[in-house]
Every structure is written in structure tokens, then in C-alpha cells.
């Protein structure tokens, strides 16, 4: 089950479930964690509409994708991810992936349709498995998609605080 929640005070996930979910992704940082999205909403949400999905399997949380509806070129009602332009690395949030995660996502983004013209995602991994699958359900759906602007992110890695997959640096 998909839910969209549009406020801050809605998100039914509490600090410790959303960061279990972001500590099991493929691509997991700060920028995926609940601290930085609490806290960059508290400073900039104000300025945006909050568009978030969450995924529930059996009523357990299984996944985020945090998004904020945005005013896009000419007049478009756009939705990117949660922390543009401040975040690197951002993504969806699907520890369990496979393809029926990412089309109940991409199916209640088509449900949504109505509140919104295109949707902008910056600063995928390129290594990110949601690539590929936002790509296949976005053809299955009759979605345009375009894979642009591939900008390198420096990294600086620190001998023995390497994160092993999956896993979230302390500090």
C-alpha cells in the first residue's frame, strides 16, 4: 500500500523506522536519513508543498520517496526530491527493491497525476538501482524519462569509517 501525505505532522513513520529504512537501501547517506529530512523541512519546508510517498507492506513500513512539490519553468507544478538543492546522493528509499515496490510507487505517482506536470530527480548515484527500474516503469507507464546532467559529487572517505553496504556513517 502507497499512502501520500502532505504535511510534516502526517508522516506516519517515526525517526527509528524511517532511518531502519534508509540504513537498508542500496544507496544510503545522511541525505536519506530522517534527521536531515526533519530538519531541512523545518528550515526550508515552509517554501514548498510536501508530496511524500510511503510504501506499507502488511501495514510495516517499507519504503520513502520524499518529495515537495515545486514551482517548475513556465508555470509547471514540479515535484523533486525533498532537499533540493542542498542534498547529494538523494534517492528512493525501497530496502526490499524489486520490481513490485517500484511500480506501487510509480503507480501512485500516476494515481497523483493530477496535482502535478513532471517530475525532476536530482542527484541520483549513478550506481543506483532505482535508475534502472524508474526507467522500466516509467516505459511500462507510458511516462516520458531522461537520464541528464551527470554531476560528480566529491567524497571524502576516512581509513576505517568506511560504510559497508547499506550502512550509514555515525557522525
Not at 545522511?30 to 508530496?51: I, N, Y
Not at 518529495?67 to 538543492?85: D, I
Not at 524489486?98 to 549513478?126: F, H, K, P, S, Y
Amino acid at each position: 500500500t502507497v499512502r501520500l501525505h502532505e504535511t510534516r505532522r502526517d508522516v506516519p513513520f517515526a525517526r527509528d523506522e524511517w532511518n531502519a529504512l534508509a540504513a537498508g537501501n542500496a544507496v544510503s547517506t545522511v541525505f536519506q536519513t530522517f534527521q536531515w529530512f526533519d530538519t531541512w523541512w523545518a528550515a526550508f519546508g515552509d517554501r514548498h508543498r510536501l508530496f511524500l510517498l510511503t510504501l506499507h507492506d502488511g501495514g510495516a513500513p517499507a519504503g520513502l520517496l520524499t518529495l515537495m512539490r515545486v514551482p517548475g519553468p513556465a508555470g509547471l507544478r514540479q515535484l523533486e526530491f525533498t532537499g533540493t538543492p542542498n542534498s547529494d546522493y538523494q534517492d528512493i528509499v525501497l530496502p526490499r527493491r524489486g520490481a513490485e515496490a517500484m511500480r506501487a510507487m510509480c503507480e501512485a505517482l500516476q494515481a497523483t497525476r493530477a496535482d502535478w506536470d513532471m517530475i525532476v530527480l536530482r542527484n541520483l548515484r549513478a550506481d543506483s538501482p532505482s535508475l534502472a527500474e524508474l526507467a522500466a516503469e516509467c516505459r511500462r507507464l507510458g511516462f516520458g524519462f531522461m537520464d541528464m546532467e551527470r554531476q560528480p559529487c566529491p567524497t571524502l572517505r576516512l581509513r576505517g569509517r568506511e560504510p559497508g553496504p547499506g550502512k550509514l556513517l555515525d557522525n
